[in-house]
């Protein structure tokens, strides 16, 4: 089994930072990428930033100079420091992991429970 947790979210404003964290656990081989999408109510899920295992990252184009993505790779663990919140960033922030359990095994994506942002004015 594997389990993706996300934490950190809260209650923040407007031009006020805060930091998001993603544990990966259980039986991981490998880990392809880890990458952070949100959801706003009456939205569709969009991307907000991804971290290949090649240390490659992308950043959605509304989070781009505001948001770093990182990773501790020791602890399977992806970051996400927000900075200057905007009432848009609004938004359940969910944590993805493109997993590999065993060696030679198949790719499966993972998906943690959501963990709520709230930006005030």
């Known amino acids: 089994q594997v389990q993706v947790v996300e934490s950190g979210g809260d209650l923040v404003q407007a031009g006020g930072s805060l930091r998001l964290s993603c544990v990966a656990s259980?039986?991981?081989?490998?880990?392809?990428?880890m990458g952070w999408y949100r959801q706003a109510p009456g939205k569709q899920r969009e991307l907000v930033a991804i971290s290949n295992s090649g240390g490659d990252t992308n950043y959605g184009d509304s989070v781009k100079g505001r948001f770093t993505i990182s990773k501790d790779n020791a602890k399977n663990t992806l970051y996400l420091r927000m900075n200057n919140l905007k009432l848009e960033d609004t938004a359940v922030y969910y944590c993805?992991?493109?997993?590999?359990?065993?060696?030679?095994?198949?790719?499966?994506?993972?998906w943690g429970q959501g963990t709520q942002v709230t930006v005030s004015s």
């Open positions: 993805n992991a493109l997993i590999v359990r065993t060696a030679g095994g198949v790719t499966f994506s993972y």
């Open positions: 259980g039986t991981i081989f490998s880990i392809n990428a």
